[in-house]
Each structure stands twice: as C-alpha cells, then as structure tokens.
C-alpha cells in the first residue's frame, strides 16, 4: 500500500465548477500535510499547507482529517488556469516528504 | 519562498557517462534535498544533502551512483554515475527553509535523457 494515495483521475470540470480531490494516508505518524500544484514540464509548487482546523486561501480550501486519515482540497468556481496535477504531500518528523502520485484537473471553457 | 536555480535545466547523455547538476539557492538554507521524477511518476527523495558531512540516503539509492556536495549553505551538486536509460529522468532539488513548518520550495528542475 503506498503512504499516500490520490485518485490519479483526470477530473474533467467545465470552467465555474466546484471540483474536490482526496487524498488517504496510511502513516499515522506523519505530521505536516500540503497540497503542492504542478504545471506540466515544470516543478511542484507549494499551493497550501492543511491544518486540522482546515484552512481557506481564496477559492481553494484544505482539510485534514487525522481520524480517517484523509486530506481533502476544495477548488471553486475553478478556472481554465487551475488545470494542473494537485500532488497530496505528508511529512514525518525527519522531514521527509512523501508524495502521492497525483490527481489530474482539467477544467474546460 | 526561496529563488532556487539549477544547472543545467536538461541534457542528452550516452550511457556510461556521468552529469553533475548543480543547484543555487539566492540565502542560506539548512536543508536541500534532491528528488528524481520519473516520466509520469511522482517525486521520490534521493537524498538530503547536508551541510558539510556526507549526504544521508534513501532507500534504493547509493553514495556511489549519486554522489552529493554540499559545501556551503546555499550550493549543492548531485551526480548521476555511470548512467544507464533507465537514469532518464527530471532531477529536482528543493529546499526547507524554516524547519518548523516542513514547507519545501522546489528548483525548475533537470531533464536528463541518457542514450
């Protein structure tokens, strides 16, 4: 079982759509959790770090839940821009962070 | 976040042969780290490269296929020896630079092709 496990879709949304992404982990010992973005051909980039009391930046909201184990992000009224892979990240306290594999968003006009 | 950049940004190499990737952070970090993205995989960790003593390995990689400098706190180098196709692949050093947050900032990457 990987550590960190995302439906690698793609999620094909219509531009204004509200689109959701979970991720489980199964490390209970990890301690930090982040949503990092990457654009094709080019590196990861650090969308939000998710809080146990959830946390909101504009029109992407992170939870965690470290009673079930899962992290969620919540993107809306998407647009075209946000077409990306959303990568689910855990870090345990070495600092090591774990990647999931990714989840694929294609918004559409 | 931190201006990372890497050198060089991609290359076609023979097999046998050997690439050192550099990386330049613009201030000082405590941890870097080298990563390796595998076409249509996700990023696994190579290594974290540590400020003068010798780098500290994730399993399935070794000090002697990937070889690591870091000798200041904002230069760090990674060799890929003796490579082979199955080395083809984009190389990624990041970096941490508040240990109480775990947030790293990723360099722009390099693309290695080995022939």
């Known amino acids: 079982r990987k550590e960190v496990e995302q439906d690698p879709g793609p999620f094909n949304v219509p531009e204004g759509a509200t689109v959701a992404f979970n991720c489980t982990y199964s490390?209970?010992?990890?301690?930090?959790f982040f949503w990092y973005r990457q654009d094709c051909r080019k590196e990861p980039k650090l969308l939000m770090s998710?809080?146990?009391s959830g946390n909101e930046d504009g029109r992407f909201t992170a939870q965690l839940n470290r009673a079930s184990q899962y992290i969620s992000l919540l993107i809306r009224d998407s647009k075209l821009s946000d077409s990306a892979t959303y990568l689910c990240v855990g870090a345990d306290s070495s600092y090591k962070l774990i990647f999931g594999s990714g989840t694929r968003l294609l918004v559409r006009p | 976040s931190a201006v990372i950049s890497q050198k060089p940004s991609r290359d076609i190499c023979q097999r046998g042969t050997s690439l050192t990737i550099q990386c330049q952070v613009d201030?000082?970090?405590?941890?870097m780290f080298w990563y390796r993205q595998q076409p249509g995989q996700s990023l696994t960790l190579i290594a974290t490269a540590n400020q003068g003593s010798e780098a500290t390995y994730e399993s399935g990689f070794v000090i002697d296929k990937f070889p690591i400098s870091r000798p200041n706190l904002t230069f760090s180098t990674l060799t890929v020896s003796n490579m082979s196709p199955e080395d083809s692949s984009i190389y990624l050093c990041s970096v941490e630079r508040d240990r109480n947050s775990y947030e790293q900032y990723f360099g722009p990457g390099t693309r290695l092709t080995v022939t």
């Open positions: 998710v809080y146990s």
């Open positions: 201030s000082q970090v405590t941890m």
């Open positions: 490390n209970s010992a990890s301690q930090s």
